[in-house]
């Protein structure tokens, strides 16, 4: 029997859940410093940036890919903030016509790393790319232990 290989389809549930921990506030924010959706008349950002994600979590190799997995979930997709789903055309176009210095400032924006110690999620702000999240976390941690430090004196 051959194995069954997953369809990002399959996936949809924790898709969801992973769209719904994106700060939205803070990437509507970058979408107004870069007047991003001004000029949108398909979909705007936030479509785009699902579009995008679904293409890395679900393993699509083209627009196609992208375009009927998200058509398939269509009466969903409202759950993901979208008021329709992409057509290869207009995910091509806003591809290449959308600048990429907004999903890479919202990247920046935010880093989230699990405190298994605290049992917390700690969400910080950097735009170093060459450090991992935990990295980052052990710096901020570190910085605030030396301020609390110097609080008590």
């Known amino acids: 029997m051959l194995p069954i290989k997953p369809t990002p389809m399959v996936k949809?549930?924790?898709?969801f859940q992973i769209i719904n921990i994106l700060p939205r506030n803070i990437f509507e924010?970058?979408?107004k410093q870069y007047e991003a959706d001004k000029y949108s008349k398909k979909i705007n950002?936030?479509?785009h940036l699902v579009s995008l994600l679904f293409c890395h979590?679900?393993?699509a190799g083209?627009?196609?890919d992208i375009s009927?997995?998200?058509r398939s979930i269509t009466g969903n997709i409202v759950h993901l903030g979208c008021s329709q789903a992409s057509s290869k055309s207009t995910i091509a176009y806003v591809n290449e016509h959308r600048?990429?210095?907004?999903f890479e400032t919202f990247y920046c924006e935010w880093v989230a790393y699990w405190d298994e110690k605290n049992r917390n999620k700690l969400i910080f702000l950097t735009n170093n790319f060459s450090w991992t999240a935990s990295t980052v976390a052990k710096v901020y941690i570190q910085h605030w232990e030396i301020e609390t430090f110097f609080w008590g004196l």
Do not use: C, E, P, R
């Open 99 to 102: 600048t990429y210095k907004l």
């Open 62 to 64: 083209s627009v196609h």
């Open 68 to 70: 009927n997995g998200l």
């Open 45 to 47: 950002s936030w479509t």
């Open 57 to 59: 979590f679900g393993q």
């Open 29 to 31: 924010k970058i979408v």
């Open 12 to 15: 949809i549930n924790i898709f």
